[in-house]
């Protein structure tokens, strides 16, 4: 089932994003008055496709291979590698025939189209949701074995600044942006004493090593509510009660609680609490009853399913703020920026050699199983993976390798320079050799992706 999860989400995102990628060629042009005659999500290769429709001068499909996209313009040499016009005079509706400016702005067209859809999904959610803002007040739950541990940081530290500057939110402690930076330190605050750490020159490759930060605002095990008839219950646990150990180990998250009693079905086992008694209505943080609630012991039996009925109680201090549409377009926008150039300074490092090149890149495999975890997390987490995953094709695609729009920018840009058409045959050949290149380099993800999951 998992995989099917992964395939089937994999599917999804591949086809949001080439969908938008192509259209953004498509529509330019046509406002250009070329010709297009093929429009398709996933390759055709050896005509094998799973659908096609010819409308009007063009075909739309969609192809057995789900590995990307395109739009076949008349006159212009692309991946479907057509020789068709060949030693033939230019044709007004044809890509050769029309000035470099309009050429080169349907080569940027797929690009952009990324951009704006990573936008307006940043703007979507922002205009939705708001602005998430967690107070850096909130102690960090540190897991076992994550590059911030490594760093020296653990569970219950507070961050107070990154790179010398005052932190006044988690999400600024976490900004991309930080992550990209040629160095990065953090200063903590532990048990009333402030100390640096710093962060390896490759954490991005660490980072994707895990598929997880390891760091995140701590949730305190306060119980919201103890369910009737249910083991919690029957031991005596109370709502409003905070779990401070289970079986004599201490227990600060409350992922470390549901760990732990999971794995512990059908077997006795001895949760340690704190409850304070206080006016009804009035609120009560976790330091309060870790420092003045009465402290119980109770023997409890999880089910057969690990489970001893309870729910959590939402203890961050997490605001947020309703934004209108302009200030919306403008968070959006920014957000985009700060990805992109987070993108940007990745693949810097990973072309410096900084970043571990294998353990930084992802092909189909990665790809599909970091969708299918943002879906289950939920359709603002997979709208936040696919609005990176747009704005890193739209990077890669600029990129000045032939077969990429970024190799035809710059073939075309040439033209415009020395005011005449490159050859035909050097044309061809060098986009045979970028097709050949790019197959090879995904040949290689794919079996990184297999031999390093």
Do not use: C
């Not at 044709?91 to 704006?116: C, D, H, S, T, Y």
């Not at 739950?141 to 988690?170: C, H, P, Y």
């Not at 029957?234 to 794995?263: H, R």
């Amino acid at each position: 089932m998992d995989a099917l999860n992964s395939i089937f989400f994999f599917i999804i995102a591949i086809f949001i994003l080439v969908t938008a990628h192509e259209l953004g060629h498509f529509l330019t042009a046509k406002l250009f008055g070329m010709r297009v005659d093929k429009f398709y999500i996933g390759f055709d290769f050896w005509e094998k496709r799973l659908w096609k429709k010819q409308i009007g001068e063009t075909e739309y499909g969609i192809g057995l291979f789900p590995l990307g996209g395109y739009v076949k313009i008349a006159g212009m040499v692309d991946e479907s590698l057509d020789t068709q016009f060949q030693g033939t005079e230019a044709q007004p509706w044809e890509f050769r025939a029309k000035p470099v400016w309009q050429r080169l702005i349907v080569l940027a067209g797929g690009v952009v189209m990324n951009f704006i859809l990573a936008t307006v999904i940043f703007i979507g959610i922002t205009l939705v949701l708001g602005e998430a803002r967690t107070s850096v007040n909130t102690a960090a739950f540190v897991e076992k074995g994550s590059i911030f541990e490594t760093m020296g940081l653990k569970t219950g530290d507070r961050l107070q600044m990154a790179n010398g500057k005052a932190l006044a939110s988690w999400e600024e402690a976490l900004d991309p942006q930080l992550l990209t930076a040629q160095s990065l330190n953090y200063t903590i605050l532990r048990d009333g004493k402030a100390f640096t750490v710093n962060a390896p020159s490759n954490i991005l490759s660490k980072i994707n090593e895990k598929q997880s930060l390891g760091i995140r605002p701590i949730v305190a095990p306060i119980i919201e509510e103890a369910l009737e008839k249910m083991p919690a219950k029957v031991a005596g646990i109370q709502s409003g009660g905070l779990i401070t150990a289970i079986n004599g180990k201490e227990v600060s998250d409350w992922t470390e609680v549901v760990g732990i009693i999971s794995a512990n079905a059908s077997r006795p086992i001895t949760i340690s609490w704190k409850h304070l008694d206080t006016p009804k209505g009035q609120p009560v943080s976790a330091d309060q009853i870790r420092r003045d609630g009465r402290e119980f012991v109770s023997s409890v039996i999880p089910n057969n399913k690990g489970k001893i009925g309870i729910s959590l109680k939402q203890t961050m201090a997490t605001e947020r703020r309703k934004l209108g549409l302009l200030e919306s377009a403008v968070s959006g926008v920014n957000q985009t920026w700060k990805m992109s150039a987070m993108t940007v300074q990745g693949f810097a490092k990973i072309f410096s050699g900084q970043e571990d090149f294998r353990k930084s890149v992802g092909g189909p495999i990665k790809i599909a199983k970091i969708a299918s975890q943002s879906a289950e997390q939920g359709p603002v987490s997979f709208l936040y993976f696919l609005s990176m995953l747009s704005i890193s094709l739209g990077i890669i695609n600029i990129l000045p390798v032939p077969a990429l729009d970024g190799g035809q920018f710059v073939l075309n840009g040439i033209e415009g320079i020395i005011r005449k058409e490159l050859p035909f045959e050097a044309k061809m050949r060098i986009q045979q050799i970028g097709m050949m290149l790019l197959l090879g380099l995904f040949a290689f993800i794919l079996f990184n992706d297999i031999f390093n999951p």
